[in-house]
């Protein structure tokens, strides 16, 4: 009888044993099968990114240059240190040694790096403007610094720091609050972006498109090598309509105003198409000193210096607003331009309204009326004109609406032509005779800004276009090295003033008369230049010293360019705000100043005799 091995089970186990190893090795097989043939591309994309960083260059912005070619916004390349958060935060010790050379806390480094949002591989800027020690201390330790990078960035500088400083607004920093809601747009962290005037106007003009290095790093996440770049294209340059000179006229004019203690604010505007030639608001501040000065600028309540007080400032205009209620009485048949009223120096209409010579200005036809500026004329024409003809044609001269200036809407003051609803709004009662005689002649709530009136003042050298402002002339493309002009300044009108050629040529007589003897400037003359203006003495209330207001345009045979002036407290229009606008002619005209004063005086005319303390004053 044959007997069983004992060792039966033994073999039976072995095979057991065997078919497992097969299947595992068949699970091996198959797994390198599909990781090898199957997801070859797809592994090997996540080693590349592995190997590989794309970092962020950011691109310059586009220069911003005056009508002649000079360069008033460029900018410079300034060291930054840049973190990529995923690398620093890797290392333990990194990010404090970091900390130590910025002179900052760990914690508030981290809180920085960890407060911005943004990819993996964008890198977050944690101090700019390095200096060299600094950098060299940088250098000295990258081997413990993964992640820390130094980049070389531009930036916006200023060519001069103040003259300009209203109009072209600033560029900085981009806002973590604003990266959010612009970051499909393509910007990063170290972008600037505009945030007033001009640089925040032509945001999408100015901004260029960022570029990127392709970066090789190591095991440890350090950079080896720069494999791969696209190259940074800077924006679109700007050319603007104003003329550094002639800016440079008026910002000299309002700083020695307010070396006395009186802000103000000039615009000059092309008649024909709109064109800003000058604007200037002061005080003024340095645009390169921004963020460092912004807590006393943003703190000095007495002279608002960030206000842009040309476009955005709204003031009483005084008897500017007489050549509005020329026209209104004009166009409704309350007044013909041989119309006469007599001046005694005051009427009663249940008060006292004193005009401003005591002894009145006698009988006056309306050119007489306008070049001397009498009070009791355009009272006696509001009167038989009204309130809501005033309004009327306030709204169509251009007052109480926007410019649309290619400034930041928020900025564009409407100013106010004010009503009955005007006043119950405010709970200040009914509307009265009162009110409508001071409305006449730029008083009570009238609020209009330096803009608007050079805009109303070009309307009526033009003969009736209210014109929309334009700070650029051109906009280029430099992409290609070579600048390539792809808009230029299109005159807009934003409506035709529907007056009659009489009412117009009359009211331009009158301003005509403003410059000759008896007129409130009439030494103000510029030799060979024929001009039409109008002053403005504007009551200030609580005690302070009246505005000086001042509106022209010349050749009035052939005009070409409107100004404005005000100046805050500085007493009347003929002293203080119309001496500038005549530095600024001059100018314009090429005229020498020293023939000037040897040909008229130096001086405007000065305090006019016998001049009543007591009711509305505006001359």
Known sequence: M?????????????????????????????????????????????????????????????????????????NRSHFVVSVLPDELLKSPEALPRLAQLLSVTPEELEAQIKTAKTTPFDPVPVFRDAEMPLIAKIEENKNDLPGVLIMRDP?????????????????????????????????????????????????????????????????????????GEDKPLPGHSLKLTVDSALQRVAFDGLKAQLEKGHAGAAVAIDVNDGAVLAMVSMPSYDLNKYGSDFGRLNADAKYTPLVNRAVHSAYPCGSTFKLVTAVAGLETGTLSRSTRHYCGGRIRRGRIF???????????????????????????????????????????????????????????????????????????????????????????????TPLQLSLMTAALANGGKLLRPQLVREVSDVRDGKPVVIRTLKPE???????????????????????????????????????????????????????????????????????????????????????????????????????????????????????????????
Request: proline share 4%.
């Open 354 to 448: 004193n005009c401003d010579v005591r002894s009145g200005h006698g009988s006056s036809d309306l050119p007489r009326a306008i070049g001397a500026s009498c009070n009791v004329y355009f009272w006696l024409t509001a009167e038989a004109t009204g309130q809501p003809a005033l309004e009327k044609w306030a709204h169509l001269m251009g007052f109480g609406e926007h410019t649309e200036i290619d400034l930041p809407r928020s900025v564009d003051n409407v100013g106010t032509v004010p009503n009955e609803e005007f006043k119950h709004k405010r709970k200040r009662g009914n509307w009265y005779l009162g009110d409508t005689l001071n409305m006449s002649i730029g008083q009570g709530d009238v609020r209009v």
């Open 155 to 227: 930036k916006r500088e200023y060519k001069d720091e103040t003259m300009f400083t209203h109009l072209l607004g600033i560029a900085r920093p981009i806002s973590q609050e604003k990266l959010e809601k612009l970051k499909d747009k393509g910007y990063g962290l170290s972008a600037y972006i505009g945030v007033e005037g001009i640089e925040a106007f032509y945001e999408d003009d100015l901004r260029g498109t960022d570029g990127g290095e392709l970066i090789e790093v190591n095991a440890y996440g350090r950079m080896q090598r720069v494999i």
């Open 2 to 74: 044959i007997e069983i091995p004992h060792h039966i089970a033994d073999l039976t186990r072995l095979k057991v044993l065997i078919a497992l190893v097969l299947a595992l090795f068949s699970v091996i097989i198959v797994r390198l099968w599909y990781l090898q043939i199957v997801k070859e591309r797809e592994y090997a994309a996540e080693s590349k990114i592995l190997r590989q960083r794309r970092i962020r260059r950011v691109a310059a912005r586009g220069k911003i240059v005056d009508a002649n070619g000079n360069i008033l916004a460029s």
């Open 493 to 619: 009108i934003r409506s035709r003033i529907p007056w009659k050629s009489e009412t117009r040529n009359a009211v331009v007589a009158g301003m005509l008369r403003a410059f000759q003897p008896g007129g409130t400037v009439g030494s103000m003359r510029v030799p060979g230049i024929l001009l039409a203006g109008k002053t403005g003495t504007v009551q200030a209330g609580g005690g302070k010293k009246d505005h000086s207001a001042f509106v022209c345009f010349a050749p009035a045979d052939n005009p070409k360019i409107a100004i404005a002036v005000f100046v805050e407290n500085a007493g009347f229009g003929s002293v203080s705000a119309a001496p500038i606008a005549r530095s600024m002619l001059m100018q314009y005209f090429g005229k020498n100043k020293a023939t000037l004063n040897a040909s008229h005086g130096s001086e405007p005319d000065k305090k006019p005799r016998n001049r009543r303390r007591r009711g509305r004053r505006s001359r």
